[in-house]
């Protein structure tokens, strides 16, 4: 820690955070590829980051592909038929034939996807994870194993279907190379009812300021359960930051009137910390459309705002969960999602060295950060959601969204700015006049 230096503020500045990486990440200065002529060149003279990548060893492929569903189908234990649901508000499956019951597996017991993550090196993705080929299809042929015949599943709607002529129930239960087949589900907990009154619940509390074209058309009964393509991380890693720190010493006034401020003395520190740590299931939006939170357009943050899931009751991918259901297919890699890891993981990192900096009572700003990731372990999974959307005249799509786990409801209500203005200079007037009774007391 080096000595302290003695400076004068203005109480009303603000501190800024830079939130920026070393300069050895991607589009900096020393991004530049070596001259043509110059290869081959010595690993040892590229910058850290190029040579971390070139030097990286290949991904390291987990296979939980289910040899039992590679059919198209799944058969009750018992009986032996396809017809299988899930049991509403349980993780179980039910024969609609024989009504037995049973527990899936969940995917995290099975391949010990909970496991060793302080020993994580590279990169490792499951089978759902794989990169999605450039000329996949969304319609998939499949040949029924009960009579033969072909059926076609369009992928980007549904994951089953039913054979035409013998009435066996097909689920998309291979992964398939158009990144429709995640590892695992993650199955609904919450019912529809329960959806319905929670979000009934959370607009009749803002129906107030509610725009009267949203009062009018709001039904909850096209809310829809809805599976939503997610990369859950687990990821080993380092964190070093360093900033300026500062310890406020005095504050005193200078001035009358309007020209009077308010002024403070502090010692400033130069102060680095540096973190190792492990990150267990993090969760990352697969698809493009939900990943982008332009707050212009969408109000696709809702989603995050329900956040965590018990993804550790994650269960073995099963189509048989998706009946009844609408879901959506994943669009992003690995390699796409890279950017919002590091930026998670960073967060992370300025959280684990808080509770070391208290002492600076003026807080601490962050100049310099350096990440380094030793290992990541991906597994693509669906989690659950009872989603209502309403389209505003100007284009702003508004969300209401349920956790389908844990019922936590949060969303967008379109307002009448009018009576927003009316209230906050109603309020305004109430304020005014409470001061002046009081002064005149």
């Not at 391949?111 to 060793?116: A, D, R, V, Y």
Request: with cysteine.
């Amino acid at each position: 820690m080096t000595r302290p230096r003695r400076r004068h503020w203005v109480c009303n500045q603000r501190v800024r955070v830079n939130h920026s990486q070393l300069p050895t990440g991607p589009g900096s200065a020393q991004e530049v590829p070596p001259p043509a002529g110059q290869f081959p060149i010595d690993p040892a003279a590229l910058p850290a980051s190029i040579r971390d990548e070139l030097q990286a060893p290949d991904p390291v492929a987990i296979d939980t592909a289910s040899p039992e569903l590679r059919d198209g189908q799944n058969h009750c234990p018992k009986c032996g038929a396809t017809e299988i649901h899930q049991r509403a508000g349980t993780d179980q499956l039910v024969c609609m034939f024989c009504r037995h019951q049973w527990e899936a597996v969940r995917v995290e017991e099975k391949f010990g996807l909970g496991e060793g993550i302080g020993e994580l090196r590279g990169t490792q993705m499951t089978s759902g994870a794989q990169d999605i080929a450039a000329d996949s299809q969304s319609l998939q042929t499949f040949k029924c194993t009960g009579c033969g015949a072909e059926v076609v599943v369009n992928t980007a709607t549904s994951m089953t279907a039913r054979c035409h002529w013998c009435r066996h129930v097909f689920g998309v239960n291979e992964q398939i190379n158009n990144g429709a087949v995640p590892d695992a589900v993650l199955p609904f907990l919450i019912t529809k009812d329960d959806a319905v009154a929670r979000i009934r619940q959370f607009v009749d509390k803002r129906r107030m300021f509610a725009l009267k074209a949203f009062k009018q058309e709001f039904k909850p009964e096209n809310v829809l359960g809805v599976y939503l393509p997610y990369m859950v991380v687990d990821a080993n890693a380092r964190a070093a930051v360093q900033g300026a720190a500062e310890i406020e010493t005095a504050r005193y006034t200078r001035g009358e009137g309007k020209d009077q401020k308010t002024y403070y003395d502090a010692d400033v520190y130069r102060v680095e910390r540096e973190v190792e740590f492990e990150v267990d299931d993090l969760t990352l939006e697969s698809s493009e459309q939900r990943g982008n939170l332009d707050t212009k357009v969408n109000t696709n943050n809702i989603i995050n705002t329900i956040l965590p899931f018990d993804t550790k009751n994650a269960v073995k991918w099963n189509a048989s969960y998706l009946v009844g259901y609408t879901s959506e297919k994943r669009d992003r890699d690995v390699a796409h999602l890279h950017p919002r890891l590091e930026d998670q993981l960073l967060s992370i990192a300025r959280a684990q060295v808080h509770a070391s900096v208290g002492r600076y009572n003026r807080g601490v700003r962050w100049e310099q950060e350096h990440l380094e990731v030793h290992g990541t372990r991906w597994v693509s999974m669906y989690l659950p959601v009872w989603l209502y959307s309403y389209q505003q005249s100007n284009g702003m799509l508004h969300y209401i969204a349920v956790n389908g786990r844990t019922g936590e409801t949060m969303g967008s209500v379109p307002v009448q700015q009018w009576k927003l203005i009316v209230t906050s200079l109603a309020v305004g007037t109430v304020v005014e006049g409470l001061a002046l009774w009081m002064v005149g007391r």
